[in-house]
Every structure is written in structure tokens, then in C-alpha cells.
T-cell receptor, first 110, second 117 residues
């Protein structure tokens, strides 16, 4: 089955700096890669997603890159703000199942 | 409009009892997903429904777990003979397929916190 690894597990940045979270996957058949943000005590929310026919996608301060050859994808947040503080999960989808990374706790210091 | 709702919000049960968790998806969302999240952990995918059918049930942790969906709307997740390791938050989500993409943004419910004593 698929194996998704996510790094780092915790990330602390200063407000205004950029944050990068990286994930690797093992199944070359994986074709959909969403990222979810989960604030403490709240439900996960989609922040961006990318499909295997695209290498990069951007939405304002958030971007995701996908390298199918290397089987890794990354989340980039620019100009971080305190409200970006949360746990971020990368996800891959393959053969009717979703596989979540272990999560990255992002702390943006004001 | 109304989001995904789940009931009960909290459930405390004794080991060995059966429990039934309910999910009401967003109206019109044909895809429905079940996950569980243990304290401080990531999400574990359990199963998803295309309409009333589940293409793959192998994500369910054991044969004590079953799920069904009727009328393309409400879904129930049943856990028989509960064990302490079943304690977790069970999350349901729904999404609306578009064009060639069946899986799109998933909207999550508030979850059911299950505690097995």
C-alpha cells in the first residue's frame, strides 16, 4: 500500500517568513494530493490540492509543487501570519483510499 | 447552507457494546468519507461511498467495523463489540464530484468523540 511521509513534524517561523512542508509518497499510481489545515479543536479544512497532471498550483500565499518522478510534493506558505498557525496534513489518493501524512505543527511567531 | 452534521457528538460506551455513528452530508454531495483521528494523531481513512456503494472496504480496521449509506445521503458507521483501542474521534466528510474529478474538496463534519471504557 501507499506510504506517505511528512517533514518536519514541527516548524516554527517568524511572522512574514516563508514555511515549507515536504511529503513523499511511494505509490506511482497516486494521482490526487490535497493539503488540509487543522486548527486546534477544529475540523480539517482544505487549503489547496493538486492533481498528477499538474506540476505546480498557487493560490495567493499558498502554493503546492508536485514532482511525480521523485514522488514528492511540497506546500509553500509565503508571508506567514499568526493565523497560519495550525497542523497541516498532506494527503495522497490511490486506488480508492486516502493516505494522510503524520502532520506538521506550524507555529508562526508574531 | 447546512454543513456536514454528525451524531452523536460524544459517545461513551462500555467495552463489548455496539455503537452506531451517523453522518448527514451536505445536500447533493454524492461522495461521503469516514475517517478516525486518535488524540494528537493524523487522520486514518476508513471508507468512502460513491452514492450508496463503497468501492473498497479494506480500510476498515477490522470486521467489527461496517458502514452503509442509503438513499445517497445519510451514512452510518457501526462498530460491534467495541474495544478500548476504538476510542477516537470519528470524522465524516462529503464532497461533490465535478467533471472528470470524482474527489474534490472534502467538507468535514464536527466529528463524534467515542470513548470506550
Amino acid at each position: 500500500g501507499e506510504n506517505v511521509e511528512q517533514h518536519p513534524s514541527t516548524l516554527s517561523v517568524q511572522e512574514g517568513d516563508s514555511a515549507v512542508i515536504k511529503c513523499t509518497y511511494s505509490d506511482s499510481a497516486s494521482n490526487y494530493f490535497p493539503w488540509y489545515k487543522q486548527e486546534l479543536g477544529k475540523r480539517p479544512q482544505l487549503i489547496i490540492d493538486i492533481r498528477s497532471n499538474v506540476g505546480e498550483k498557487k493560490d495567493q500565499r499558498i502554493a503546492v509543487t508536485l514532482n511525480k518522478t521523485a514522488k514528492h510534493f511540497s506546500l509553500h506558505i509565503t508571508e506567514t501570519q499568526p493565523e497560519d498557525s495550525a497542523v497541516y496534513f498532506c494527503v495522497s489518493y490511490s486506488f480508492n483510499k486516502f493516505y494522510f501524512g503524520s502532520g506538521t505543527k506550524l507555529n508562526v511567531k508574531p | 447552507g447546512a454543513g456536514v452534521s454528525q451524531s452523536p457528538s460524544n459517545k461513551v460506551t462500555e467495552k463489548g457494546k455496539d455503537v452506531e455513528l451517523r453522518c448527514d452530508p451536505i445536500s447533493g454531495h454524492t461522495a461521503l468519507y469516514w475517517y478516525r483521528q486518535s488524540l494528537g494523531q493524523g487522520l486514518e481513512f476508513l471508507i468512502y461511498f460513491q452514492g450508496n456503494s463503497a468501492p473498497d472496504k479494506s480500510g476498515l480496521p477490522s470486521d467489527r467495523f461496517s458502514a452503509e449509506r442509503t438513499g445517497g445521503s445519510v451514512s452510518t458507521l457501526t462498530i460491534q463489540r467495541t474495544q478500548q483501542e476504538d476510542s477516537a474521534v470519528y470524522l465524516c466528510a462529503s464532497s461533490a464530484p465535478t467533471g472528470a474529478n470524482y474527489h474534490n474538496e472534502q467538507f468535514f463534519g464536527p466529528g463524534t468523540r467515542l470513548t470506550v471504557l
